[in-house]
C-alpha cells in the first residue's frame, strides 16, 4: 500500500482496508465539517482522498514472494520504491539490479526488476530478468508474461510466442496481456488462436472508461478475420449490438468507431460488394450517428458517403455501370459548382443513352441502396418522364454549353455522333453564326438563329441575314 | 448587510425568492404573483413596460416588445424595440431591475444582492453576461447557480434525511437541464450535469405555429410568416393551445381576423388532437436523450441506481415527457412540489447559505461541479492543436489538478501554454481563455525538459493556471476568472509612459491605424494583429524585455504580411 492511499485513509479517519459504505460515510460525514463554501482547501484534501478510496480500496497484490531481510536490500528497496512513485522507473530499476548484489537471484528482487524494466522502456533486461525469474519459479505464471511482454516488445515476436502461451496455461488472464497474446498469435500466424482469444475478451469483459478503447481495438482486430458475406454480416451484426450497448461509454470518440468499417473498405472492398452488407452497414451508421451526433457532424455522414462509393463499385450489378461514377459526383461535389454540374450532365447523358438498362438499375438502388436514391432522387426524374425525350434534348443543349468550358466526360467519347448534332440557339463547335441560305426572313418572321423571337427583336439589323 | 434573493432569470418566466426566518419564501411582483412574464417593452408613449404588461403588448406591439431574450444572451446579437437597438443584457438589466425593485417593495428593504440562477449547460459567455445584466441592475452578483443544482437544493432541504440518487430533469421555457445528484446524511452532491441550451417549450411552439401557418396557407394560400402582428397572435395562441392539451385531448384554436383576404377578415379556425400535437414534436424530445446519456456516464452510475426523476420546469407538465422518461430510463418521473419554483426557491437556500442565514452546520450542504472541461493546448499528434485535458467536466469543485508535459522539439527554449474550455478533442474548436509564455528554458533535447501546469479551479468559476519549469523551478500563471469572461481585461493605454515604450512606438501605431480601417485587413489576419498588439502592451506595462522583443517581431512580421508581404 503506498503511502498516498494510508493517508488517505488517515485523512478520513478510516483502518485500511474499511469498506466502501464506511468510506462513503466518512467523507459525507467530513464534509460537513469542511464545507467546500467556509473551507475549500480543506475540502479538496478530503475529496482526493476520497477519489483515491471510493471506488473500493486499491487492489493490494497478493504477493507471491516476500522481500529479502538485509538491511541493505530494503535501504536500496526504499529508494527505488520513492523513484518509481515519481515515475523515475529506470533509476528505480537500477536501485533493484543494486539490491541484487546483496541477494542474488531473489524471486521478490526479480519480479520487481523486471516490472519496473516494463515500465522504464527496457524490455529486453526485463524479458532476461523474467527468464532468471522463471528459473526459481518454474509454475508461477507471470514470470512467462513477463517474459513475453519483454520479448514482444523488443520485436522478438517468435521468442514471445511460446512465453505467451505457458502463462495462458498457468492460468495468466490480465487483461492486457490477453490482447497482446491475440496480436501474437495473428503475427505467429495462428490466426484461429488468435480469434479465439478476442472472442473471449469480447464476450467476458464488462466495459468501462478504462478499457473501452481496447474493446474497439479487438473488434478493429476482429473485422481482419472476417472471409467472406456470410462472416462480415455476422462481425456487424454483433459489432452494431456492441456500439448500440455501449454508446454512453463510447461518446467523444469517432474515427476509431468507424474503424473496422473503413478497413474493410480499404483493405478488403470486394467484401461489401453486396447489397445485404450494404444494408447491415447503413443501420450500424444510424447506431454510429447516435454516439457521434453533433460532435463531428458531417463524420458518419462523411463514412456513409465513402462506404457507399466502394459497395457500388464491388456490386456486379453495379461495377460496370456510370453508377458509381454519379455517386461520385453527386456526394462528392466540386468546388466549381458548374463543373459539378458538367460532370453530373455528362454522366446522366450516358445513362439516358442506356435507359432501358439504367432505368432497370435506377429500380434496384431505390431498394437497396436507399441513401443513394435519396441523394440522387431529384436527378433522376428524368428516367422516368413520358416527356423524356424533350428533357434528354434540355439536358443535351446544356451540357453542350458546358463542354466547351470543361474537358474531360465520357459522353462525347462514347457516342461521338452526339457532337455534331445541332442544339439550338448556337453550334457548340464554333462560334460562327449561321449562314441563310434560303430567303431572307420577313420583319415578323420567327428569328432564324433559333431564339423564339421575331427577327426584327432580334438579329434583323446585325447584318447577318443580309 | 442588506438581503440576498435568490432569482430564476428564465426564458419564458422570472421568479424570485428569499430565505428568512428560517424558511423559503416566494416574492411576489406588484400583481400579486409569484410568476413574472419575462417581457419588456417600450410603449407607444415610450416609457418602458416589463412583466404582464409587457407581454400583454406583445400581441398587438411586437415589434417593440423582446420575449425569450434570454436565448440570445451571450451573443452580440442586437434586439429592435421601437426605433432603438438593445442588446441582450441591457434587455435582461431592465427586468432584473424590476425584480429588484418589486422586491424591496415585498420585502420593505432595499435589496442590493442576489444569487442568480442560469442553466448549467450555460457556458462562460452566457454566465459573464448574466452577470453583467444583474451589476446593470444594481446588483451585487453573489455566486450564479447552475438550475438544476438550485432545484435540488430545494428539494433537498425538504429531504435531508434522504439516501438516493435524484436525476433532475428540468425543461423549461428555452433551455434543457439534466442534473444527477447523490443525497447522503444531508450533503447533496451534484455527480454531473449537463443539457442543451437552445431546447425548450419555445421550441414546442414553434413547431406548432408552423403546422399552423402551413395549414392557414393550404387553406388560403396566404402566407403569413412575415406578418410580425399576425405571428405574435399565433404563437400566443399556440402555447396556450400547447399548454390546454396537457390536460385535454384536444384543442380549438380559433383567431379571428387574423388577416385581411380578399377585402374581408379571414379567421384562423384549426382544431389540433394531443395525437396530432405529440406527433409534430416527437423529434425534441429525442434531443433530451444525449444529454442523459452525457450525464448518467460522467456520474458513472445506471439506468437501475437511479431512486428519482424529479421534474421541474413548466414544459414537464406535458405528459409526453414524463411518458418519454418511462420509456428511456425505465422510471416513473415524480413532479417537484412547483415545478416553476423550485428554481427560484434553490437560489434563495444557496443565498441564505451564503448570507448567513442558513447554518451550514445544521442545514444541507452541497457541493457542485465544473460544466466544461478545461485543458490546454498541446502537440501530442503533431497537428500542434490537441486539447490535452487538465480537468475533466463534471468534477467536483473546488479542484485543483497538475499535469507534466515536455518541450516539443529539440532546444526549444519557449513554451505558450494556452488555456481552453470545451469538449472538443481539437483545441481551437474549443474557447480560449487564456494564454501565457515560458521562456529561457535551457535548450536542451525534445523532452528533456519537463513543466508542470496546475489548474485550480474554485467554487466563484476562478480558473488559476501555473506552471513551473522542473528544471528551474522558473514559475509562472495567470489568473482566468471564468464568471468574468476570460481573461481579466486590462487597462491597457498606460503602454506610452513605460520604459522601453519608444522603440516600439512606430510599430503599434502602424498596426493601430490599420486595426481602424475595417477594410483593411481579412478577418484572420486582423484578429492575429490586435492579438500581438494587446499583447506587445500589456509586456511593456509590466517591464518585460523579453516578452516585449518576442511580441515586437510577431507584430512586425504581421505588419509585414498585411501590406502585402504575402504569407
Ligand atoms: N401546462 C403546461 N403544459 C405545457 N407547457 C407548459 C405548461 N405550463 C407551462 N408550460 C410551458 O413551460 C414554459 C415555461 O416554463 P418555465 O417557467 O419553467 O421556464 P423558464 O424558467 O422561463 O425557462 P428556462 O428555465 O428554460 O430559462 C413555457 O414554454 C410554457 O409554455
Ligand atoms: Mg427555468
Known amino acids: 500500500m503506498t503511502e498516498d492511499v494510508q493517508r488517505s485513509y488517515a485523512l478520513l479517519g478510516l483502518d485500511p482496508g474499511a469498506a466502501p459504505d464506511e468510506i462513503k460515510k466518512a467523507y459525507f460525514r467530513l464534509v460537513r465539517v469542511h464545507p467546500p463554501e467556509k473551507e475549500p482547501e480543506e475540502f479538496q484534501e478530503i475529496r482526493r482522498a476520497y477519489e483515491m478510496l471510493k471506488d473500493g480500496p486499491p487492489v493490494v497484490e497478493e504477493e507471491r514472494f516476500s522481500a529479502p531481510e538485509d538491511p541493505n536490500v530494503l535501504c536500496l528497496l526504499e529508494q527505488a520504491r520513492r523513484r518509481s512513485e515519481r515515475k523515475e522507473y529506470r533509476a528505480a530499476a537500477d536501485c533493484v539490479a543494486d539490491a541484487l548484489t546483496f541477494a542474488p537471484d531473489h524471486p521478490f528482487l526479480l519480479l520487481l526488476l523486471a516490472r519496473l524494466q516494463i515500465r522504464a522502456g527496457n524490455p529486453r533486461k526485463a524479458a532476461n530478468t523474467a527468464k532468471k525469474l522463471q528459473k526459481c519459479a518454474p509454475d508461477f505464471s507471470e514470470a512467462y508474461a513477463l517474459a513475453a511482454n519483454g520479448y514482444y516488445a523488443s520485436g522478438w515476436y517468435k521468442k514471445a510466442f511460446p512465453e505467451y502461451k505457458k502463462a495462458y496455461e498457468l492460468g495468466y488472464r490480465d487483461f492486457d496481456f490477453l490482447t497482446d497474446y491475440a496480436d501474437a498469435a495473428d503475427d505467429n500466424g495462428a490466426c484461429e488462436l488468435a480469434a479465439m482469444l478476442r472472442r473471449e475478451l469480447l464476450k467476458n469483459t464488462k466495459w468501462d472508461q478504462s478499457n473501452i478503447d481496447s474493446a474497439l481495438y479487438l473488434y478493429r482486430s476482429e473485422a481482419e478475420h472476417c472471409k467472406d458475406e456470410s462472416a462480415v454480416l455476422a462481425f456487424l451484426e454483433e459489432y452494431g449490438q456492441f456500439l448500440s450497448a455501449n454508446r454512453r461509454l463510447l461518446r467523444g470518440q469517432s474515427v476509431e468507431l468507424a474503424a473496422p468499417l473503413m478497413f474493410f473498405a480499404v483493405e478488403k472492398p470486394q467484401l461489401l460488394g453486396f447489397p445485404s452488407v450494404y444494408s447491415k452497414i447503413d443501420t450500424l451508421a444510424e447506431s454510429l450517428e447516435r454516439i457521434v451526433r453533433d460532435m463531428e457532424p458531417d463524420f458518419v455522414e462523411n463514412v456513409r458517403i465513402f462506404m457507399l462509393f466502394t459497395s457500388l463499385r464491388m456490386d456486379s450489378d453495379f461495377s460496370d455501370s456510370d453508377w458509381p461514377l454519379l455517386a461520385q459526383v453527386v456526394l462528392n461535389p466540386n468546388e466549381d459548382g458548374r463543373m459539378t454540374r458538367y460532370g453530373l450532365l455528362d454522366t446522366l447523358l450516358c445513362l439516358l443513352k442506356e435507359r432501358e438498362q439504367s432505368l432497370a438499375q435506377l429500380e434496384a438502388i431505390r431498394s437497396q441502396y436507399p441513401f443513394f436514391y435519396q441523394h440522387i432522387k431529384e436527378y433522376c426524374g428524368v428516367f422516368y418522364r413520358d416527356k423524356a425525350e424533350e428533357q434528354f434534348e434540355k439536358l443535351k443543349r446544356e451540357h453542350a454549353r458546358l463542354s466547351e468550358q470543361y474537358a474531360g466526360g465520357q459522353f462525347y467519347k462514347r457516342y461521338p455522333e452526339e457532337k455534331t448534332l445541332p442544339r439550338g440557339v448556337l453550334a457548340y463547335s464554333d462560334s460562327k453564326p449561321f449562314v441563310r441560305e434560303t430567303k431572307k426572313p420577313g420583319r415578323n418572321d420567327p428569328c432564324p438563329c433559333g431564339s423564339g423571337l421575331k427577327f426584327k427583336r432580334c438579329c434583323l439589323g446585325k447584318g447577318i441575314y443580309d | 448587510m442588506s438581503r440576498t434573493i435568490g432569482i430564476d432569470l428564465g426564458t419564458s418566466t422570472t421568479e424570485a425568492a428569499v430565505y428568512r426566518d428560517g424558511k423559503k419564501e416566494l416574492i411576489f411582483n406588484p400583481d400579486g404573483l409569484a410568476i413574472t412574464p419575462s417581457?419588456?417593452?417600450?410603449?407607444?408613449?415610450?416609457?418602458?413596460?416589463?412583466?404582464?404588461?409587457?407581454?400583454?403588448?406583445?400581441?398587438?406591439?411586437?415589434?417593440?416588445?423582446?420575449?425569450?431574450?434570454?436565448?440570445?444572451?451571450?451573443?452580440?446579437?442586437?434586439?429592435?424595440?421601437?426605433?432603438?437597438?438593445?442588446?441582450?443584457?441591457?434587455?435582461?438589466?431592465?427586468?432584473?431591475?424590476?425584480?429588484?425593485?418589486?422586491?424591496?417593495?415585498?420585502?420593505?428593504?432595499?435589496?442590493?444582492?442576489?444569487?442568480?440562477?442560469?442553466?448549467?449547460?450555460?457556458?462562460?459567455?452566457?454566465?459573464?453576461?448574466?452577470?453583467?445584466?444583474?451589476?446593470?441592475?444594481?446588483?451585487?452578483?453573489?455566486?450564479?447557480?447552475?438550475?438544476?443544482?438550485?432545484?435540488?437544493?430545494?428539494?433537498?432541504?425538504?429531504?435531508?434525511?434522504?439516501?438516493?440518487?435524484?436525476?433532475?430533469?428540468?425543461?423549461?421555457?428555452?433551455?434543457?437541464?439534466?442534473?444527477?445528484?447523490?443525497?447522503?446524511?444531508?450533503?447533496?452532491?451534484?455527480?454531473?450535469?449537463?443539457?442543451?441550451?437552445?431546447?425548450?417549450?419555445?421550441?414546442?411552439?414553434?413547431?406548432l405555429m408552423e403546422h399552423l401557418l402551413g395549414r392557414f396557407q393550404d387553406r388560403t394560400g396566404k402566407n403569413l410568416r412575415k406578418d410580425r402582428r399576425a405571428l405574435a397572435r399565433i404563437k400566443d395562441e399556440a402555447e396556450k393551445c400547447k399548454i390546454a392539451l396537457s390536460d385535454s385531448e384536444s384543442f380549438h384554436i380559433l383567431i379571428p381576423a387574423i388577416c385581411v383576404l380578399g377585402g374581408v377578415p379571414a379567421e384562423l379556425d384549426e382544431t389540433v388532437t394531443r395525437a396530432q400535437f405529440e406527433t409534430l414534436t416527437k423529434g425534441l424530445l429525442q434531443r433530451t436523450h444525449e444529454p442523459i446519456d452525457t450525464v448518467l456516464a460522467d456520474a458513472g452510475i445506471t439506468e437501475n441506481e437511479i431512486d428519482h426523476v424529479i421534474l421541474v420546469g413548466g414544459s414537464t407538465r406535458m405528459p409526453m415527457v414524463a411518458r418519454d422518461i418511462l420509456d428511456y430510463l425505465g422510471i416513473e418521473p415524480v413532479h417537484a412540489v412547483h415545478p416553476e419554483y423550485s428554481v427560484a426557491e434553490g437560489a434563495a437556500v444557496q443565498a441564505g447559505i451564503i448570507s448567513g442565514e442558513i447554518d451550514p452546520a445544521e442545514s444541507l450542504i452541497m457541493t457542485d461541479v465544473n460544466p466544461y472541461t478545461l485543458g490546454v493546448r498541446t502537440d501530442d499528434d503533431g497537428s500542434g492543436d490537441c486539447m490535452n485535458v487538465v480537468i475533466p467536466r463534471n468534477v467536483t469543485i473546488p479542484v485543483t489538478r497538475t499535469e507534466r508535459y515536455t518541450t516539443c522539439r529539440d532546444y526549444q527554449t519557449e513554451v505558450l501554454v494556452e488555456v481552453y474550455q470545451g469538449e472538443s478533442r481539437i483545441a481551437t474548436h474549443n474557447h480560449r481563455l487564456g494564454k501565457f509564455y515560458i521562456?529561457?528554458?535551457?535548450?536542451?533535447?525534445?523532452?528533456?525538459?519537463?513543466?508542470?501546469?496546475?489548474?485550480?479551479?474554485?467554487?466563484?468559476?476562478?480558473?488559476?493556471?501555473?506552471?513551473?519549469?522542473?528544471?528551474?523551478?522558473?514559475?509562472?500563471?495567470?489568473?482566468?476568472?471564468?464568471?468574468?469572461?476570460?481573461?481579466?481585461?486590462?487597462?491597457?493605454?498606460?503602454?506610452?509612459?513605460?520604459?522601453?515604450?519608444?522603440?516600439?512606438?512606430?510599430?503599434?501605431?502602424?498596426?493601430?491605424?490599420?486595426?481602424?480601417?475595417?477594410?483593411?485587413?481579412?478577418?484572420?489576419?486582423?484578429?492575429?494583429?490586435?492579438?500581438?498588439?494587446?499583447e506587445l502592451k500589456k509586456a511593456l506595462i509590466h517591464g518585460n524585455r523579453e516578452d516585449a522583443e518576442a511580441e515586437g517581431d510577431t507584430l512586425r512580421e504581421l505588419l509585414r504580411i498585411a501590406k502585402g508581404g504575402g504569407v
Open chain 2, 39 to 207: 417581457a419588456v417593452g417600450i410603449d407607444e408613449s415610450g416609457n418602458w413596460v416589463v412583466g404582464e404588461r409587457a407581454r400583454a403588448q406583445y400581441l398587438m406591439l411586437p415589434e417593440s416588445t423582446a420575449i425569450e431574450v434570454k436565448r440570445k444572451t451571450g451573443t452580440d446579437e442586437a434586439i429592435t424595440l421601437g426605433r432603438a437597438r438593445y442588446t441582450p443584457i441591457e434587455l435582461q438589466a431592465k427586468l432584473l431591475s424590476y425584480v429588484r425593485a418589486y422586491a424591496s417593495a415585498y420585502l420593505g428593504e432595499s435589496v442590493d444582492r442576489a444569487v442568480i440562477s442560469v442553466p448549467a449547460y450555460f457556458n462562460d459567455m452566457q454566465r459573464r453576461d448574466t452577470i453583467r445584466a444583474g451589476e446593470l441592475a444594481g446588483f451585487t452578483v453573489e455566486r450564479i447557480l447552475n438550475e438544476p443544482t438550485a432545484a435540488a437544493l430545494s428539494y433537498g432541504l425538504d429531504h435531508m434525511e434522504e439516501e438516493s440518487h435524484v436525476l433532475v430533469y428540468d425543461l423549461g421555457g428555452g433551455t434543457f437541464d439534466v442534473t444527477l445528484l447523490e443525497m447522503f446524511d444531508g450533503v447533496l452532491e451534484v455527480k454531473a450535469s449537463g443539457g442543451d441550451n437552445q431546447l425548450g417549450g419555445k421550441d414546442f411552439d414553434e413547431l
Open chain 2, 439 to 534: 521562456r529561457s528554458i535551457p535548450a536542451r533535447p525534445v523532452g528533456a525538459e519537463e513543466l508542470d501546469i496546475s489548474f485550480s479551479y474554485d467554487l466563484n468559476g476562478i480558473l488559476k493556471v501555473s506552471a513551473v519549469l522542473l528544471s528551474t523551478g522558473m514559475e509562472k500563471g495567470i489568473e482566468i476568472d471564468m464568471a468574468k469572461g476570460g481573461e481579466k481585461a486590462q487597462d491597457l493605454s498606460g503602454w506610452k509612459e513605460a520604459e522601453g515604450a519608444k522603440t516600439w512606438r512606430a510599430v503599434i501605431r502602424t498596426a493601430e491605424r490599420l486595426l481602424s480601417r475595417p477594410q483593411a485587413l481579412p478577418e484572420a489576419l486582423r484578429g492575429s494583429l490586435r492579438e500581438a498588439t494587446d
